[in-house]
């Protein structure tokens, strides 16, 4: 599976992005989905997953309130939408494709990731 990340860019607080994530082959509607996230400095952090079929979603508390996730497998991507952004939202975003059909908070359990997309949001 190759994921290709996109829709990141430079906004204001208060703001809105959407980021996309394309994946190269239909089998995608097997697997669990994430989005995480890496700012300067930091580790690499879950944001949201959703599971193969779209039926459970997980936000981190950090984002719950202000972003969703969510899939369409007949497009095989999955969106982030990001709204009500904050300077520390700022960070690359990165798409990964579980390993099996569930998602999971813990980035090792994610087989293929996409190049990142950045997001920087001003003050």
């Known amino acids: 599976v190759q994921l290709q990340a996109s829709g990141g860019g430079l906004v204001q607080a208060g703001a809105s992005l959407r980021l996309s994530c394309a994946a190269s082959?239909?089998?995608?509607?097997?697997?669990?989905m994430g989005w995480f996230r890496q700012a300067p400095g930091k580790e690499r952090e879950f944001v949201a997953g959703?599971?193969?079929?779209?039926?459970?979603?997980y936000l981190a508390d950090s984002v719950k309130g202000r972003f969703t996730i969510s899939r369409d497998n007949v497009k095989s991507t999955v969106h982030l939408q990001m709204n009500s952004l904050k300077p520390e939202d700022t960070a690359v975003y990165y798409c990964?494709?579980?390993?099996?059909?569930?998602?999971?908070?813990?980035?090792?359990?994610?087989?293929?990731w996409g190049q990142g997309t950045l997001v920087t949001v001003s003050s």
């Open positions: 990964a494709a579980a390993r099996g059909g569930s998602y999971s908070t813990d980035s090792r359990l994610y087989n293929y």
């Open positions: 082959r239909r089998t995608f509607s097997n697997n669990g």
């Open positions: 959703i599971s193969w079929n779209g039926g459970y979603t």
